[in-house]
């Protein structure tokens, strides 16, 4: 009914629409997208108790349920690798314990639980006590590593703690006979479950520990529930680990299974079987690896061996080549061969030496005074000789010169004429007088006859034209 004109609308007014371009519009699909992640990060992981409903398991595997109270119901979700984790089978009216975190399915907009984890609800309480004594003996230092000792390689004999009539101690067996059957097996039987399985439990661990008959002790059961594997979450059992002198192995439950012993011991294996491997080694594989050792081994035997015979035998040589003998053979040798050098080298300076000596005995015989006397009594004996037959030929030259020159020299020679009664007319310097012109009238003169000479006075002189007539007898 519209308000009247006394009363008063004191509502806000509606603001003014936005322009379109302005407006951040949303899609469903943006919608329920950032719904789910402010629920996912809005809220932490949580704890839900309920009873299940309209369980459905479709062919990949995952669950889809209702959780449910009293006042309401919530979808969930448990996907398939968490929920094959799970240690029993819902169905519907299950009243359970699950973890996990809201979300929300995008395509339907659909608020939902997704589940993680699952029990059920009557483990909550042991739960809690088992988180309680966690944090309690993890502060203590009971699960610290650095604790933790390293089992034996090849232990000598095996202690099993565990119930002597459960499929655990049949598995442990098994595995230790086809792993290693010669390693003798000592079993500490006590119960696993129940009232006094815990403090039994206690009680064998620390009497194994003080006899240590073991060099290792495995304590194992098979799987159960929680309250099943409750006595392995006891604080005498993990203190009775603790205080063990002898490592201890746990193989409790199955993977998922986790205890305070667990955490306790030494290593922790994931089943009893696992446990068991894990204390003796495969002895296929160590016959196998003794087998590559020892072949191995006799490979680098051969090796070594191989490299000391050669070193022995190059020892042998190099023994042989530094020996005394050798040694002194080899000076021999070299000392022949030096021998034979200077004998070489001497018979070579001496026959350069001869040679230099024949060649300056050749020269001092070529440069000796009485080689270059006989040469020189040889050359001066056929230089005389020469100089004979020279003369010789040249007298007989000369002399038939001679003898023709004389025959000429006879024929104009003036004693030829002076033998025909002329004579040779010479003036007291002995110069001979041609013309009477060249005489003085009491002038000494002297006259060359054929046979001596006289010395006269001239009385007179004619001239030249009364030469050629022949002088009278006054005149003579």
Wanted: one cysteine or more; aromatic letters at 6%.
């Amino acid at each position: 009914m519209p308000p009247s004109d006394l009363e008063l609308d004191f509502s806000e007014p509606a603001p003014p629409p936005q322009p379109v371009e302005t407006r951040d519009i949303y899609t469903p699909s943006r919608l329920n997208r950032e719904a789910r992640v402010l629920l996912e990060r809005g809220l932490p992981a949580l704890w839900l108790e309920g009873e299940i409903s309209n369980l459905s398991r479709p062919s990949s595997g995952h669950w889809y349920f209702s959780l449910k109270d009293e006042a309401a119901q919530l979808r969930c979700a448990m996907f398939r690798q968490r929920n094959l984790m799970a240690r029993f089978t819902p169905r519907d009216g299950s009243h359970v314990l699950v973890r996990g975190r809201v979300s929300l399915y995008e395509q339907r907009g659909d608020y939902q639980f997704i589940a993680d984890y699952m029990e059920e609800a009557g483990e909550g309480a042991l739960r809690q006590r088992f988180e309680l004594l966690k944090v309690k003996l993890a502060a203590e230092g009971l699960f610290a590593i650095e604790r933790k000792r390293p089992l034996p390689r090849l232990p000598r004999r095996i202690g099993v703690i565990t119930s002597p009539t459960g499929a655990a101690i049949r598995d442990v067996l098994h595995i230790l006979r086809r792993r290693f059957c010669s390693i003798p097996i000592l079993l500490y039987p006590v119960q696993v479950q129940g009232g006094v399985a815990a403090a039994q439990i206690a009680r064998t661990i620390r009497r194994a520990s003080a006899r240590a008959e073991c060099d290792v002790l495995i304590l194992v059961r098979g799987g159960g529930s929680l309250e099943d594997l409750w006595a392995f979450n006891e604080e005498s059992v993990a203190r009775a680990i603790y205080d063990s002198a002898v490592p201890v192995v746990t193989g409790i439950g199955h993977e998922v299974d986790f205890t305070i012993a667990d955490f306790v011991a030494d290593v922790r294996a994931p089943t009893p079987s696992g446990a068991a491997e894990l204390v003796v080694p495969d002895s296929s594989e160590w016959l196998r690896n003794v087998l590559l050792i020892a072949n191995r081994l006799t490979v680098a035997l051969t090796r070594s061996l191989k490299t000391r015979q050669d070193r022995a035998a190059w020892l042998q040589r190099r023994l042989g080549q530094l020996h005394p003998g050798v040694e002194l053979r080899q000076r021999a040798q070299r000392l022949d061969d030096l021998e034979q050098r200077l004998i070489r080298v001497v018979r070579h300076d001496l026959g350069e030496r001869h040679r230099s000596l024949a060649h300056l005995a050749s020269g001092l015989r070529q440069h000796s005074p009485a080689l270059r006397v006989a040469n020189a009594r040889r050359r001066l004996d056929s230089a005389r000789a020469s100089i004979e037959r020279a003369a010789q030929q040249t007298l007989e030259h000369f002399s038939k010169r001679i003898a023709i020159a004389a025959r000429t020299l006879d024929a104009v020679s003036p004693l030829a004429t002076l033998e025909r009664g002329y004579a040779i007319v010479t003036d007291s310097k002995g110069a001979v007088i041609t013309d009477a012109q060249d005489v003085r009238a009491g002038q000494l003169i002297n006259a060359r006859l054929t046979k001596g000479s006289v010395r006269a006075r001239v009385e007179r002189s004619t001239s030249p034209e009364l030469d050629l007539r022949m002088p009278t007898e006054d005149e003579k």
